[in-house]
């Protein structure tokens, strides 16, 4: 099974700053297959990039994920202050089981 | 519209079941592989099942292996789970989720979750 490790567990910063967020994985992921995921308290996890580097549908491009093999990154370029939330990384290359990382809350400085 | 709502979710006591339900709605459900994902309160995700877009490939993750089962109604664009023996450490937010990709295998984020239900597991 793949441990997927975020840092850091909290972020704290202002909007219009930059957000980088990070994601290890205790082995490879294949064919860099991870993913980035943002929730709001109280509502279902929204898919923002996928196979690494992929931005989803409607996802702004001020989203961008970047990394392969061990180590991934997610960077929001300019907060927003909708962008206030809990952020998840995933990997889906090397299932099952399919894993989430421990989340990063990203809060307003 | 993609639209997955879960139903099902309620209070249980250790020991016993409880089947969850996911209807979903605007797209061809019988072409996805569906997933279903839980969070405990104030907890991170956790992958809970998967089954392929026609049924027939299961997976599972280990904590509930032999005790849930997923399933699926294409006919009706329905997916189940099935828990059993349920656990205080079951109960969470259950989600149903949907493959990015259609007709894939397991390796694909999922693009579109429902609501969720709750599980309470408690004597």
């Known amino acids: 099974e793949i441990v997927l490790t975020q840092s850091p567990a909290t972020l704290s910063l202002s909007p219009g700053e930059r957000a980088t967020l990070s994601c290890g994985a205790s082995?490879?992921?294949?064919?860099?297959?991870l993913a980035w995921y943002q929730q709001k308290p109280g509502l279902a996890p929204r898919l923002l990039i996928y196979?690494?580097?992929s931005r989803a549908t409607g996802i702004p491009d001020r989203f961008s994920g970047s990394g392969s093999g061990t180590d991934f990154t997610l960077t929001i370029s300019r907060l927003e202050p909708e962008d206030f939330a809990v952020y998840y990384c995933?990997?889906?290359?090397?299932?099952?089981?399919?894993?989430f990382g421990q989340g990063t809350r990203l809060e307003i400085k | 519209q993609v639209q997955l709502e879960e139903s099902g979710g309620g209070v249980v006591q250790p020991g016993r079941s409880l089947r969850l339900s996911c209807a979903a709605s605007?797209?061809?459900?019988?072409?996805?592989?569906m997933h279903w994902v839980r969070q405990a309160p104030g907890k991170g995700l956790e992958w809970v099942a998967f089954?392929?877009?026609?049924?027939?490939?299961?997976y599972y993750v280990d904590s509930v292996k032999g005790r849930f089962t997923i399933s699926r109604n294409n006919s009706k664009s329905t997916l189940h789970l099935q828990m059993n023996s349920l656990r205080v450490e079951d109960t969470a937010v259950y989600y149903c989720?949907?493959?990015?990709?259609?007709?894939?295998?397991?390796?694909?984020?999922?693009?579109?979750w429902g609501q969720g239900t709750l599980v309470t597991v408690s004597s």
């Open positions: 089954i392929y877009y026609d049924g027939v490939n299961k």
């Open positions: 989720a949907r493959d990015l990709r259609p007709v894939g295998s397991l390796g694909d984020p999922f693009d579109y």
């Open positions: 196979d690494a580097s």
């Open positions: 082995q490879s992921v294949s064919s860099s297959y």
């Open positions: 605007g797209f061809t459900f019988s072409s996805y592989g």
């Open positions: 995933q990997q889906y290359g090397s299932s099952p089981p399919i894993t």
